[in-house]
């Protein structure tokens, strides 16, 4: 909880403190598709995920709403061959072959965050039919919004 819920909510703040009126600021936090749709698989790192995606939609609409210069937007990816998967498993012949059936290369998710930064949207999330990548405005309900 630590890593995946507090050091982004820490991080983000101090961040915003110090680039909330800079124009062309961009914080980007990192979801996870998990953070959009439960994945029965991951019952601690979905709801996690979820937190992340959540608190960075919120503050984002909120600096919006204030006029903040700062944008505030999420990566949202899939599966992602990493070496992570060898630390995480302490396995170093593991591939990710070996662990999905369908994943993203990290070349294509940074290319993506590209995209992201320079877009007007807020949200880059992988479709997990097609693995195509999808700009997308905020997802999560907002009973409230003034826009």
Known sequence: MKV???APTLLS??????YQAVEGACLVNVSSVAG???????????????YISAFSENI?????????AVQVKILAPAAVNTAFI???SQDESLTADDVWKRYNEADEIAAFLDQ????????????????EFELLDPQLPNRWAKD
């Open 4 to 6: 995946d819920m507090l």
């Open 13 to 18: 703040q101090y961040y915003l403190r110090d």
């Open 36 to 50: 959009y749709e439960l994945m029965e698989s991951s019952p601690f790192y979905s709801p996690m995920k979820f």
């Open 60 to 68: 984002g609409r909120y600096l919006h709403n204030q006029e903040a």
């Open 86 to 88: 060898n630390v995480a």
């Open 116 to 131: 992201l930064i320079k877009s007007d949207k807020v949200l880059a999330k992988v479709n997990l039919d097609s693995r």
